[in-house]
């Protein structure tokens, strides 16, 4: 079974419009995260959910708005979608996301193309 | 603040000989260090991590990792590369002093092995 999943894996989109990813962890952890990883490789932190909290919001336009309609599943929304966009989206998750040792397992990215 | 830094971008080995990918961090706390490896297209897989108690940490696929905290080095080796060991490897290093689980990544070294 995966632990964390993503859907949809590859995404393709025009400029302007506005699109969802979706993320579902069946591990049983209290905090989920969503990372953009650009073109360079390079990763970075953009939210934090803990059961269905914000915990950690890092500088991101607010055309993106996460929601967490549970503490299974973190879903990204993005509005008036740019070229900038385009990345890979990945979701993770851990057990309670107050312990800084903790694993984060992630899911297998979102690849997102703004054309 | 936490900061990682991976000094080589790109790291070519023959099959069967040894690997090194270095990693330096700083962390104004006692931090904890991981090792995630990512495969073409494919999202990211912990290969092992360091929560203070041994220096020496065994991880999957024969890679270990050394902890020197007088060098703040963090250093991933193998005694013999596999083709299969072709991938992007990403030192990671999470602190305490947000009080949640906050990853920050280095920018990845590409393991290049050739038969």
């Known amino acids: 079974d995966t632990a964390v999943s993503q859907t949809p894996k590859y995404l393709v989109t025009q400029m302007g419009n506005d699109k969802s990813i979706k993320c579902e962890q069946n591990?049983?952890?209290?905090?989920m995260y969503w990372y953009k990883q650009d073109s360079k490789k390079f990763l970075k932190i953009m939210f934090s959910?803990?059961?269905?909290?914000?915990?950690i919001n890092e500088t991101v336009p607010n055309r993106f708005s996460p929601k967490s309609p549970d503490k299974a599943h973190l879903n990204l929304h993005i509005n008036s979608l740019e070229l900038g966009d385009s990345a890979v989206y990945f979701c993770a998750s851990s057990q309670t996301g107050s312990m800084y040792q903790e694993t984060q397992y992630f899911g297998p990215g979102t690849r997102l193309l703004v054309l | 603040a936490q900061s990682v830094t991976q000094l080589d971008s790109h790291v070519s080995v023959s099959e069967g000989t040894p690997v090194l990918l270095r990693c330096n961090y700083s962390?104004?706390?006692?931090?904890?260090l991981f090792w995630y490896v990512q495969h073409p297209n494919k999202g990211l897989q912990l290969l092992l991590k360091y929560t203070s108690a041994a220096t020496l940490v065994k991880g999957i696929n024969g890679f270990e990792a050394e902890f020197k905290k007088s060098e703040t080095s963090f250093h991933l080796t193998k005694p013999s590369a596999h083709m299969s060991d072709a991938a992007e490897y990403f030192c990671?290093?999470?602190?305490?002093?947000?009080?949640?689980?906050?990853?920050?990544f280095g920018k990845g070294t590409m393991l290049l092995v050739s038969p």
């Open positions: 959910y803990n059961n269905k909290e914000l915990i």
């Open positions: 591990l049983g952890h209290d905090t």
């Open positions: 990671v290093v999470s602190d305490g002093n947000s009080g949640y689980s906050t990853l920050t």
């Open positions: 962390s104004s706390y006692s931090p904890s």
